[in-house]
């Protein structure tokens, strides 16, 4: 399949630079994914749309303040974004501008609270390096690092604004250097009127790495390569999305993290299996999805792995059919954007 097939011209003044003033005020399209219609709602109205024997799916990482400023000691500025951890001090880093950071490189963040050595550097141009810091970690991430928003958000929110709208209410496991952004819409309130009205909720953690926005650079999108990303699926949440299929209810996924996990642990009996590991699963247009009924998500950039793998879960040309009424009606897009419901 052609990557050509995968674009839409979007205006600008469309894309979501600043998040909506409450989480649930954004706006929400439902999609049918067999008839190929779609209707407008607000994102309140999700608690209409569920069904008391549904079982949503959400993804409970954290974005972590991952982008840090170094300096070299010649005195050059280094950005470096955090990527993955890999042990206790060691991580997978990506570091700009790249050609200044060779092996044995050491990259000083704040009076030395952080050294950066680089001591191996991938052929995908990732690095490998071994943190030295003074004081704990996860303080002084806080202390010296930002939330790596997306490039195509120009947004006026300060730091602390960050953490907090670009993380979910419910995101509670450090790791990830990008949101699953269907989730941003949800409220506490919301998620308890759900579960009131019988709506089983299950969490599981995919910690979102770069790979998910990594571009698409072939033309034929087949050739084109995903980074992996770690996951956890804990017994009892497998069980509570096991029990409600068995019991024919729908398994509604919270983002395209939350899908590319439970389509990654599903067995041959259609049974979510619980464990952890790391998944490089990549989604497109011919997939056969075997545990999902419905995928809650957010607009997404054209030809990307994201677009992808919806319209793969509801035909290429309902979606692309959506994505241009979205347009016409001035949905909001991208990360900080409106969310669609396919069933």
């Excluded at 600043?18 to 439902?30: I, K, Q, V, W, Y």
């Excluded at 759900?194 to 089983?200: R, Y």
Aim: aromatic share 8%; hydrophobic share 35%; net charge negative.
């Amino acid at each position: 399949m052609n990557l050509q097939n995968f674009w839409y011209d979007l205006p600008d003044k469309l894309i979501a630079n600043n998040p909506p003033e409450n989480r649930d005020s954004s706006r929400l399209m439902l999609v049918n994914r067999k008839l190929g219609t779609y209707e407008h709602h607000t994102f309140k109205d999700i608690t209409t749309l569920l069904n008391a024997n549904d079982c949503l799916v959400i993804n409970d990482t954290k974005v972590i303040p991952a982008r840090l400023i170094g300096y070299l000691e010649t005195g050059g500025k280094i950005e470096i974004l955090l990527h993955r951890q890999l042990t206790t001090n060691r991580w997978e880093i990506l570091c700009k501008p790249g050609k200044k950071c060779r092996v044995g490189t050491a990259i000083t963040i704040g009076d030395g609270d952080i050294i950066a050595k680089i001591d191996e550097i991938t052929e995908d141009g990732l690095r490998y390096a071994t943190m030295e810091y003074t004081e704990n970690w996860e303080y002084l991430l806080d202390k010296h690092g930002d939330v790596p928003l997306p490039h195509y958000i120009n947004s006026t929110i300060s730091e602390t604004e960050k953490k907090e709208r670009y993380n979910t209410v419910y995101a509670k496991k450090d790791g990830s250097v990008a949101a699953p952004t269907a989730g941003l819409h949800f409220t506490n309130e919301i998620l308890a009127e759900l579960e009131s009205k019988g709506v089983k909720i299950a969490h599981i953690t995919l910690h979102v790495g770069l790979g998910t926005f990594r571009p698409v650079k072939v033309d034929n999108i087949i050739q084109h390569h995903m980074h992996s990303e770690y996951y956890q699926i804990e017994e009892e949440q497998a069980a509570k999305i096991n029990e409600t299929k068995k019991a024919g209810g729908r398994i509604i996924a919270v983002g395209t993290t939350s899908c590319r996990t439970l389509e990654s642990c599903v067995n041959e009996e259609g049974q979510v299996v619980h464990g952890t590991g790391k998944t490089s699963i990549y989604i497109y247009p011919g997939f056969e999805f075997k545990l999902i009924d419905g995928l809650l998500t957010n607009f997404h950039l054209p030809q990307s792995t994201l677009i992808m793998l919806v319209a793969a879960f509801c035909g290429l040309d309902n979606i692309m059919a959506a994505y241009n009424a979205a347009i016409l009606e001035e949905y909001r897009f991208y990360s900080f954007g409106d969310a669609m419901l396919i069933v």
